[in-house]
């Protein structure tokens, strides 16, 4: 799992470091060069979704999802303690849904290409929602693993 995160990790890194050179490289040649690259704009959206999904399963990895908790909270401890499996169940199976749902998905959309980069297909923004869905599906399987241990914040990052 370290080295499975540690990719994971690295690949949102990379990401977000592309899309901050092809947004800047996008910026240089129309307003200082007055060239219109047009192929930047579609690939820096790309890679923004990928890094958005890839972000959402690193947010599922590590706890930090957003989540609306006012009822489990006015609840209290105890009924807490009694719903908490159920979302988690609830949670997986959406997932899991999302996961099944996305597959045909991608193969549908896989012959389309992006208008301005034509070997670019526009599978790989769906693909983004698979692997996405995958990795959540791993991370919430992945405690129920003899002798796993969920790493602590300091250690996931090491």
């Known amino acids: ?3 499975l995160n540690r990719w994971v990790d690295a690949a949102a890194t990379g990401l977000f470091a592309a899309t901050l050179v092809l947004v800047n490289v996008q910026i240089l040649c129309r307003f200082v060069l007055a060239v219109g690259v047009p192929w930047t704009e579609e690939v820096s959206r790309l890679i923004f979704i990928w890094l958005a999904y890839l972000g959402a399963a690193i947010g599922a990895r590590e706890g930090t999802l957003i989540v609306i908790d006012t009822l489990p909270m006015l609840l209290g401890p105890r009924v807490r303690r009694v719903l908490d499996p ?3 169940v609830l949670s997986f199976a959406i997932v899991a849904f999302l996961f099944a749902a996305s597959i045909p998905l991608v193969r549908s959309v896989w012959p389309t290409t992006l208008a301005t980069v034509d070997w670019i297909s ?3 923004a769906y693909l983004a929602f698979t692997a996405s869905f995958g990795l959540m599906i791993l991370y919430s399987l992945a ?5 796993f241990r969920r790493p602590r914040s300091s250690e996931a990052r090491a």
């Open 86 to 88: 159920f979302v988690r």
């Open 122 to 124: 526009n599978g790989w």
């Open 143 to 147: 405690p129920l693993i003899p002798g």
């Open 1 to 3: 799992m370290r080295v």
